[in-house]
């Protein structure tokens, strides 16, 4: 049955229940945490009244149904069944009248036993997400008067043969019962009861359940600590310069609700740890990572399954490139209140020492985000072709020369510049691309942030650049030399190259893995370079 002044859920995963009438509604949830069934025998009324409430009760009703039950709480089984079943507000929450020479008796009900009746059900186990196919049985009560109804008896909506609904798709916010409702009714629906055929559960629920749409919520991250990690007799803490996380959505026409975590990107500050440097080393999450249960002494919530949250760490170690996996051994825990974004827990990855042995890094993390700004939530949708030609993640770019790190300020577009530190001839290569839809055009422009205190002012160097794409046996072409003398210092720049013929025609051929290159020949300044938004440019 229904459960009356119970506030919704703050979890992340709040609920969604049944359809009424081909729309989705809400659900609440209740604390009470063991199914009981009731035996009901109940005078429903036929005729009401403004005055009198009901004027003409029918006879008697029998009814079957389960709510959930707290021993603790609720007195005996048969006093919860009454409450639930023949009292108000429980009973009947859209009119004040009692019903007459109602009894209800309660019995323990099976909570691993499906299909059950009634509105009270225990998640099939191991699974969060399911639907409910159900019949619903209510009255009917037309105007006969100023003030009055006339009123079925309680029937099957829609009438016989009964065809079943479906609440779809339904998120348990706790591992105990819970109950639905309320079903909305319309205004001539009274005494609605409602009968579980089957509850299964389901993987996919905006393909599964008609009239559910998915969306995304963007964070973006909070620069600063973000997380320590320990290894050996070594302890430090882990400071994130850049990041986003995004957070799938199932949506009705009302409200969307958070079931994934569908991405994550941080960027790692440069940092020490047992002897092992570790610069330019970005965490990315793998696969989606859905929103599960998270059962906790001190209370559930809401969070990830170990091993579910699959991270991918890459930067150097001690100027070597590495790549780690790494997945969380435990579950962690997510909080959207207010619409931010925390998301805490730990795990263990395996790295190398300065002497090349393996090191296990224990890492408590404690990840915090606020809604993203449209600039932010711009670049956490780049693709990966705009991400690398608007210099947006260092890790897209090496040099066996300048030292090359990430600038997010000042920055000519999106949310990230590609700095570039060093003396004398530079060599920058960047990662490969496709060629098929480019909008190649008569020149390729890059931004170029020039520091100061330059000790040579009668010359500041030149930006060269090249394309080479194996595949087609193309290495080092030319594309242009542009000198700096004479551009203006701690700004940026705009530095066009058009485009020589063969590399106009070596780009609109079918090509998979060509590459730009760059050539930054500077005196040295101790300052850096920054360099921003390739483009293609008239």
């Known amino acids: 049955m229904l459960s009356n002044g119970v506030q919704r859920s703050s979890c992340v995963f709040a609920m969604v229940l049944a359809i009424v009438s081909g729309s989705c509604v809400r659900a609440i949830i209740t604390t009470r945490d063991t199914p009981i069934q009731c035996e009901v025998s109940r005078a429903e009324c036929i005729a009401e009244n403004s005055a009198a409430g009901c004027a003409t009760y029918g006879p008697l009703e029998t009814l079957r149904g389960t709510t959930c ?25 859209w009119a004040t009248y009692d019903y007459k020479a ?97 509850v299964v559960p389901i993987a996919n629920p905006a393909a599964e359940c008609p009239g559910l749409s998915t969306s995304t919520r963007t964070s973006q991250l909070t620069a600063g600590t973000f997380a320590t990690a320990a290894a050996g007799a070594t302890s430090v803490n882990v400071s994130l310069t850049r990041g986003f996380a995004k957070l799938g959505e199932l949506c009705d026409v009302e409200v969307c609700d958070i079931v994934s975590l569908d991405s994550l990107r941080a960027d790692v500050a440069n940092m020490t740890i047992a002897g092992a440097q570790i610069t330019n ?105 705009q991400r690398l030609f608007g210099f947006e993640d260092v890790q897209d770019w090496t040099s066996s020369q300048a030292n090359l790190s990430l600038v997010t300020n000042p920055v000519t577009q999106g949310c990230g510049a590609l700095g570039v530190q060093g003396q004398g001839y530079m060599p920058i290569k960047g990662g490969t691309f496709v060629t098929a839809g480019l909008p190649v055009s008569a020149a390729l422009s890059t931004d170029l942030f020039i520091p100061n205190n330059q000790p040579n002012q009668s010359w500041l160097g030149a930006l060269q650049m090249y394309l080479s794409c194996p595949s087609g046996n193309v290495f080092n072409q030319y594309i242009g030399q542009v000198e700096l003398t004479g551009k203006p210092q701690n700004a940026f720049s705009t530095l066009r190259f058009p485009l020589p013929t063969a590399v106009r025609d070596t780009l609109l051929r079918n090509l998979n893995d060509c590459f730009f290159s760059y050539a930054l020949n500077v005196n040295q300044t101790n300052r850096t370079w920054i360099l921003d938004n390739l483009r293609f440019t008239p």
């Not at 919530?301 to 490139?321: M, P, T, Y």
Request: proline residues 11%.
């Open 102 to 198: 109602c009894s209800a008796t309660g019995t323990a009900a099976d909570p691993n036993l499906l299909p059950k009746v009634g509105v009270c059900l225990t998640p099939p186990a191991g699974s969060s997400t399911f639907r409910a196919d159900y019949i619903q049985r209510s009255r009917i009560c037309t105007p006969s008067g100023p003030g009055n109804a006339s009123c079925s008896s309680l029937d099957v909506d829609p009438p016989p043969p009964p065809q079943a609904k479906v609440a779809c798709p339904i998120f348990l916010t706790d591992t105990t019962a819970v109950n639905f409702g309320p079903m909305n009714p319309s205004s001539d629906r009274r005494d609605r009861i409602v009968e579980f055929l089957r």
């Open 69 to 93: 039950y707290n021993p603790s709480a609720d007195g005996t089984m048969d006093d919860r069944c009454r409450q639930a079943f023949c009292q108000r507000p429980e009973a009947n929450q």
């Open 281 to 385: 080393a970005v965490v990315t999450l793998g696969p989606a990572a859905p929103l599960t249960l998270i059962p906790d002494p001190d209370g559930g919530g809401s969070g990830f399954a170990a091993h579910s949250l699959k991270f991918l760490v890459q930067g150097k170690v001690n100027g070597g490139e590495e790549i780690y996996r790494a997945e969380n051994d435990r579950p962690w825990r997510l909080d959207t209140t207010g619409g931010n974004f925390r998301l805490t827990g730990s795990l263990t990855f395996l790295a190398t020492d300065a002497t090349g042995r393996l090191l296990p890094v224990n890492i408590n993390a404690d990840v915090r985000g606020t809604p993203a700004t449209p600039q932010n939530q711009q670049c956490a949708n780049f693709t990966s072709l």
